[in-house]
């Protein structure tokens, strides 16, 4: 697991982690993003899609990103990030296997 901090002006604001995982639709290793988080007062001001394009762009290669299917403020941000970045990107509908929504961009 990585871990890395949201900073602004040298004040941290929120953090990220993640983790080497294999996609379960391909079987090929991806990134899996375990944490993701923006205090509320730095959130709708884009701070957390520039931290997820910073994150995406250090670490190149496939991503998993889950999110809890009744998050829906997580949903829409993630929706609105990932067409930011990559507009091809799959986005799953929750399901027993996974217990949360998935997106798997390369």
């Given at each position: 697991l990585?871990?890395?901090l949201i900073s602004i002006e040298g004040e941290h604001i929120g953090f990220a982690a993640d983790s080497?995982?294999?996609d379960p639709l391909t079987n090929e290793s991806a990134y899996d993003l375990a944490e993701f988080f923006v205090m509320r007062k730095f959130r709708r001001k884009n701070i957390g899609t520039?931290?997820?394009h910073l994150l995406v762009?250090?670490?190149p290669g496939r991503w998993l990103l889950r999110v809890l299917a009744n998050n829906n403020p997580a949903l829409r941000f993630w929706q609105?990030?990932?067409k930011k970045f990559n507009p091809s990107y799959t986005?799953?509908?929750p399901s027993?296997?996974?217990g949360s929504g998935l997106a798997t961009a390369d």
């Open positions: 990585k871990s890395f080497e995982e294999l520039q931290a997820a762009n250090k670490l609105h990030a990932l986005m799953l509908q027993a296997d996974y």
